[in-house]
């Protein structure tokens, strides 16, 4: 099997098909849906809705009670039927059936070259301009469960079908009809709760002005309340305009986020495909406990659903590309104005968090660490509209840089005129003596001249800031404001207790680090905090990410680069999303990886930050995704089952052991690592 091939990762392509249809001529339509299928398959969809009535077309109105259109329709059934045996799809078309003595407004699904079920449309509209029940039956009112169908014996029928994939059960669909959305409670939702996740809508919907986008929100919402996706088809071209009129909308929708849309009002058939992500319908159904609730409750209704299984190989050993585009930065939104919308949003929940925290201790001082690096710069800032907020003056911000081994000049300067231009009560103590003192105590090689730099003569210097700032908090009755971010806690990059990871109060904590790039660059460009404080913001974006606990300088820039060691940034945050969002398994992140940043020529957002790379070859997507399961789930978990309290920003979410994210401290990342083995180089 192909790796770089969606359907091995719990995708499906799905295809929504707008034909050209013409009125009472079964024959014509039948072409246009047997071309359309084949159009679908070439692009390698499984799965092809098609409008209501699509068949006959909607728009016949009496005719439906003539025989000749009625034969006609189902012997355009029977050569779509036929089609469909050397097509890798199944398709779900419309049609009107004569049941006993009864009309039907009919989904038919067939693959294979077999009817797997039909199943009739449950609410007829019968107000302004529709007459349904003039000629169809409503589809619960239905006395039998199976019929026989062009030579087919026993073919289920009725409302209650949902159809399975036995190649991939999570490829569970159930079709409703045009009016069955409209209704306060669709059956859909019901067929959701029995299984189907993937939901078809075959629609005629005559177009009125703002009609497509109260669809849209019908869809939108359906798909985000039943956790699902959303497939709907609507009439187009060719329907008769004796007194309505058709715009051919089609659109797929993923849990109230929308894929793909067709254009309105065009004059030729039409055919849209979206690469469903069946995980994420199956993780968020199985993390929102009040979806299994709402099983239970509604079990009645769950338990009339039918389960109709069907064979459909699934083109495993072909290379099969991602159509959907991924976005490199999964934390922050690609439309511009969103971002700015977004932006505001994040200093307004971090800013509120922590006023009311210094309210609840009565405090109007609070104590801070600045650096002259990304973070502290976010912190500094969040602490400074709180004051704007509380009515207080930014003096009352003690802030303090603590230059030790490895501080460049560059990121002291930074920090000294960052707190100038906001206009702190600005300290610098110079922690170099008391980190000798504690080496010396402690016996390290380095306070007996020897250039030892290891990992506690680092950590002595991020304790002896934490332990400086806790004291000076102590003195000035005032919380130390923490500023380690989401990133860093979740790579466990961090010195645990007396170190960066503690602090009175967290603001940065579910903030990861490819969002506080752009915060910074927002604030710079905006200019909120004024020119002078713009100008330290951007010479702090151009300094190489660093702890600068390391001696040594390159080129003006810190040598000690933090993510030579982790990984970059812009991917592991892309890893942390999928992980901690969805609970992606590795090969599945590792493929959403390489598809949003093999070979998309654009390269990183320049407004975030300046593009290291522009590419990662599946090599170095596995190298960097080892070493972030490797910290994630093995050596950092102590550090956040202690982490101070911090406000939740975004949905993407958050490690806090009160929040979403609860594991053990001795875990192991074996299972992780091994499936992360069975992911080729190339």
């Not at 915060?519 to 404080?533: E, F």
């Not at 997507?621 to 975004?650: C, D, H, I, M």
Request: charged share 20%; proline share 5%; hydrophobic share 40%.
């Amino acid at each position: 099997m192909a790796f770089i091939n969606l359907y091995r990762h719990n995708f499906i392509r799905a295809a929504v098909c707008t034909p050209e249809v013409r009125v009472a001529d079964p024959a014509f339509n039948a072409a246009q849906t047997v071309a359309l299928m084949q159009r679908a398959a070439e692009r390698h969809a499984v799965f092809a809705v098609f409008p209501e009535l699509g068949l006959s077309a909607y728009s016949c109105e009496d005719l439906f009670h003539q025989q000749a259109l009625l034969d006609g329709a189902k012997h355009a059934l029977s050569e779509v039927l036929a089609a469909s045996r050397d097509l890798p799809l199944v398709a779900a078309v419309g049609v009107p059936l004569q049941v006993g003595s009864l009309l039907y407004n009919c989904a038919v699904v067939l693959a294979g070259g077999r009817i797997l079920g039909v199943t009739p449309k449950t609410y007829l509209p019968n107000y302004r301009e529709f007459y349904e029940l003039r000629q169809f039956t409503p589809g619960d009112t239905a006395q039998v469960e199976a019929i026989d169908l062009l030579g087919q014996r026993d073919v289920p029928f009725g409302a209650h079908l949902v159809y399975q994939a036995e190649a991939q059960p999570l490829f569970t669909f159930h079709c409703e009809i045009c009016e069955d959305l409209w209704t306060p409670i669709p059956p859909s939702s019901y067929a959701a709760l029995a299984g189907a996740t993937v939901l078809a809508n075959l629609s005629a919907s005559n177009v009125t002005v703002g009609k497509d986008d109260y669809r849209r929100q019908l869809a939108a919402n359906q798909s985000a309340r039943c956790l699902a996706a959303y497939l709907y088809s609507a009439a187009g071209f060719g329907e008769s305009t004796t007194d309505l009129a058709w715009d051919g909308q089609g659109f797929i929708y993923e849990n109230g986020t929308r894929l793909a849309e067709s254009e309105r009002f065009e004059y030729a058939a039409q055919l849209i495909t979206a690469d469903i992500d069946l995980d994420r319908l199956a993780q968020d159904r199985m993390r929102q406990t009040t979806f299994g609730e709402s099983v239970a409750m509604h079990r009645a209704e769950v338990a009339r659903f039918r389960t109709v299984r069907f064979r459909l190989d699934m083109p495993l050993e072909d290379e099969i590309r991602l159509e959907r585009a991924y976005e490199r930065f999964p934390y922050v939104p690609s439309d511009p104005a969103t971002r700015d919308m977004r932006c505001h949003e994040i200093y307004e929940i971090q800013v509120h968090g922590l006023v009311k925290r210094l309210r609840a201790m009565n405090s109007d001082k609070v104590v801070i660490g600045v650096s002259g690096g990304l973070d502290s710069t976010q912190a500094l800032i969040v602490c400074a509209r709180a004051m704007d907020v509380m009515g207080l003056p930014r003096s009352n911000i003690l802030a303090y840089t603590m230059p030790g081994f490895a501080t460049s000049e560059r990121t002291l300067d930074q920090a000294r005129r960052l707190m100038s231009a906001i206009g702190c009560t600005a300290g610098e103590i110079d922690i170099r003596p008391s980190c000798l003192q504690m080496l010396a105590d402690i016996g390290h090689p380095y306070a007996k001249g020897e250039q030892v730099y290891d990992v506690t003569f680092e950590n002595v210097q991020a304790g002896e800031r934490t332990s400086h700032l806790f004291r000076l908090g102590g003195v000035n009755g005032a919380p130390v404001v923490g500023t380690s971010d989401l990133s860093e806690i979740a790579l466990g990059w961090c010195t645990y207790g007396v170190g960066d990871h503690m602090a009175h109060y967290h603001v940065n904590a579910s903030v990861p680090k490819t969002l506080i790039q752009y915060l910074v660059r927002y604030v710079a460009r905006t200019g909120l905090l004024g020119s002078d404080a713009g100008r330290v913001l951007e010479d702090v974006l151009d300094t190489a990410i660093s702890p600068e606990l390391v001696p040594g300088q390159k080129n003006g820039q810190p040598a000690q680069n933090t993510e030579a060691i982790v990984g970059p940034y812009e991917l592991q945050d892309f890893h942390l999303y999928y992980v901690l969002r969805f609970g992606y398994s590795p090969a599945k992140v590792a493929f959403l990886a390489w598809s949003a940043w093999h070979d998309r020529a654009e390269g990183t957002w320049p407004e975030i930050v300046e593009a290291k790379r522009n590419q990662y070859s599946l090599a170095e997507v596995k190298q960097w995704l080892g070493v972030f399961l490797k910290r994630f789930f093995q050596l950092s978990q102590y550090k956040r089952s202690a982490l101070p309290n911090a406000p939740k920003v975004g949905s993407g979410g958050s490690l806090s052991p009160r929040s979403d994210w609860r594991a053990p401290s001795d875990g192991e990342a074996k299972a992780w690592l091994a499936a992360l083995a069975e992911i080729p180089e190339r």
